[in-house]
């Protein structure tokens, strides 16, 4: 039997927690982000989530942090639905999404949010500086990563299932997880 675990990742501003929320929902699963677990390390660090990425990349803690983190919690936990950019690393036997979309409708995505302030630690004042910023963190997290763990976190090869979220709402975003998931786990 499979185990009981979802990893979602995908690009800046595709919709990873607000699919794992609900797909956790819907199943009646746990939910983790580590996005989330960033975003308060970098609050307690007094800076911003991009400033924090660039830390992260001299200050090799910040990662071993949350990756001994998910490493123990792909080990102990069942049920868990986690969008994480290196989940699907750690819990290799996880059902592993990736959620994909273009750097421009991610930046009007993030942009909104950061108006509505529902992102912690996350400042802008125009699309622009959000755009800028998405480059910034996502070349400092593909160096990262490859250079701590030797691989591509955005490589679709390491994914059951890719979703392109520009044009799909949660709904159907979501209904395609589950519909998936279910398949993934009734193959032998």
Known sequence: MKKELI???????SGKSSTAKEVARVLGYKHFSSGDLFREIAAQRGETVEATNISAEAKRDIDYKVDELLQR???TESKLVIDSRMAWHWMPDSFKVFLAIDVDSAAQRIFQ???KQS???EHAESVED???SIERRFASEQKRYFSLYGVNPTDPENFDLVIDTKDND?????DTVLTKYKEWREEA
């Open 7 to 13: 990893t979602i990742a995908g690009s800046l501003g």
């Open 113 to 115: 949010d950061v108006l």
């Open 170 to 174: 949660l709904s159907g975003v979501t």
């Open 73 to 75: 919690m792909g080990k």
């Open 130 to 132: 959000v755009r800028a």
């Open 119 to 121: 992102r912690v630690s």
